[in-house]
């Protein structure tokens, strides 16, 4: 699993340095023919993770600890201008979380956790391997969005 984790960090910090090359009214211009933009998928990855590893799994009971998770879950979004101060936020969580649900890996917290289907992709996930897998592409499609929009913009 130490591939995985070191994969989903990778890919983040590819996504970061594409937000890093833009500026913050480019991040939060939605392109024509897009209904986000960049920075919401980047802050939809960021708690998406979070949420399935953690509230989906019943791990805990619902996604209050989950910084920003109004703001770009499912089926929402952009309601306002994103600051270059929860852009930087945002960054230093997509990374520190991973790292928390590596060691909370590493410790068991995930040994039991209640199946559940993805809504994105239908799939039955019955272990948190099955989750972090499929965060991998999860996490990718919003990183190919992105790139597109950043060619629009």
């Not at 009214?25 to 993770?49: M, Y």
């Not at 309601?79 to 890996?105: C, P, R």
Request: aromatic letters at 12%; charged letters at 20%; hydrophobic letters at 40%.
């Amino acid at each position: 699993m130490n591939e995985v984790f070191d994969f989903i960090i990778n890919s983040r910090k590819a996504f970061i340095k594409l937000i890093d090359g833009l500026t913050i009214e480019e991040l939060n211009k939605i392109p024509d023919g897009f209904n986000n933009n960049i920075i919401w998928n980047f802050g939809h990855i960021v708690v998406s993770t979070q949420t399935l590893c953690y509230v989906r799994t019943g791990v805990l009971q619902d996604a209050a600890s989950v910084k920003f998770n109004e703001y770009y879950k499912k089926d929402t979004k952009p309601s306002y201008t994103v600051t270059k101060e929860e852009v930087a936020e945002l960054k230093a969580i997509a990374l520190q979380s991973i790292e928390k649900i590596k060691e909370d890996y590493a410790n068991g917290k995930f040994s039991i956790i209640t199946p559940f289907t993805t809504a994105t992709y239908g799939v039955q996930m019955n272990s948190i391997e099955d989750v972090l897998i499929t965060t991998i592409g999860h996490d990718n499609l919003h990183y190919g969005y992105a790139w597109a929009q950043k060619n629009k913009i």
